[in-house]
C-alpha cells in the first residue's frame, strides 16, 4: 500500500490540544493518531451500508424485566451468522453489562444492536463499529 502524503493547516492551540491528547493515548506520531480519525469518520458516516465490518455491542439491562433474558438469548440465536461471542456481567441483584461481538455488513449490525437495544428492559446500549482488517 502506497503511502501519501498531504498538508494540514491548523489553529495552533487546536494542535498544541491534538498532540496532547494523542500522546496521553499513546501514540507514536500525528499520522497514526489522523489515519484512525480517517477510519472512524468514514465508519460513522458509512455511505456502503453493505461494507464489513466488526462490531461490539455493549448494553445494560434490569435481569428482573420478564422475559427480557430469553428475548435477547433468542436475539444472539436468531443471528448466529453474525454474532461471534458474547460476556454477561453482573453488576448487582438489579442489573446486568452483556457485551457482544459480531461481524457482517454495517446495516446488519445496527440493525442488531437497535434489536437488543431498543429491547425494554435495557437501560443502556452502545454500538462501536470497527472497519473489517481487510478494508484497512
Known sequence: MKLVRFGVSVKEDL???????????????????IRDL???SLLKGEDNP????????????NHRKRELQHKL????HRRLGEVISSMHIHIDE?????????????KELQELADE????????????????HPKRL
Do not use: M, W
Not at 494542535?15 to 493518531?33: M, P, W
Not at 438469548?73 to 444472539?76: D, E, L, M, N
Open 94 to 106: 438489579t442489573h446486568c453489562l452483556e457485551v457482544v461481538v459480531a461481524k457482517g455488513i454495517v
Open 38 to 40: 480517517i477510519r472512524l
Open 116 to 131: 437488543i437495544i431498543s429491547s425494554r428492559g435495557v437501560i443502556y446500549g452502545e454500538l462501536i463499529l470497527s472497519p
Open 73 to 76: 438469548t433468542h436475539i444472539g
Open 15 to 33: 494542535l498544541k490540544q491534538f498532540d496532547f491528547s494523542i500522546n496521553q493515548k499513546g501514540y507514536a506520531n500525528r499520522s497514526e493518531a
Open 50 to 61: 453493505s461494507a464489513s465490518a466488526i462490531g461490539v455491542i455493549g448494553y445494560v439491562f
